[in-house]
């Protein structure tokens, strides 16, 4: 009697004759990450991502059928800027929300974003990317904030 290889068992989700690979659709992108792979490369936990999702519109992973969060690389920058903003830089969620707002659409007007206490033109870093720790620049930047905001002080004293 020959023996035969034994045949690999099918879950539910194979039973359609479709591999698991195929099972996430042709539609979704390649390298997706489940939500718990996804929250294990940020260091977070996975209702920390869900939350997330509820609070930065531009974070929208793509679902399949029965409802499970597949993130793509984009969607993986999306949440370290945002850990970066909320952890890293102290932001609130509503301050992180608005840098976001305000990096989109550097990155469409061409890296510049206005200055609206004081009308200047200023270029903004890219996600992710370190800021300019050069102490002069920093002491100019202050100086600059101080006198915009004792001219706002001074417009609503009067």
């Known amino acids: 009697m020959v023996s035969q290889p034994a045949r690999p068992l099918r879950t539910s989700r194979q039973k359609s004759g479709k591999s698991a690979k195929s099972a996430r659709s042709s ?3 390649a390298q997706l990450l489940k939500i718990g792979e996804a929250a294990r490369t940020l260091g977070v936990e996975a209702y920390v991502l869900r939350f997330w999702e509820t609070q ?3 974070l929208r992973p793509y679902h399949t059928a ?3 969060r597949l993130y793509s690389a984009q969607d993986i ?3 370290q800027l945002i850990k970066h903003l909320l952890y890293d830089q102290g932001f609130t969620i509503e301050g992180a929300r608005k840098r976001i707002r305000e990096l989109a659409q550097a990155q469409k007007s061409g890296k510049a974003a206005v200055n609206s206490a004081g009308g200047k033109t200023k ?3 890219a996600p992710g990317a370190e800021p300019n ?5 920093q002491r100019q930047v202050l100086i600059d904030i101080r006198r915009d905001l004792e001219s706002i002080y001074q417009m609503l004293k009067h």
Request: charged fraction near 15%; proline fraction near 20%; hydrophobic fraction near 35%.
């Open 133 to 137: 720790h050069a102490p002069g620049a």
């Open 56 to 58: 930065f519109p531009d």
């Open 123 to 125: 270029t903004l870093p």
């Open 77 to 79: 920058e999306i949440l």
């Open 66 to 68: 029965t409802r499970h």
């Open 27 to 29: 539609s979704a992108p």
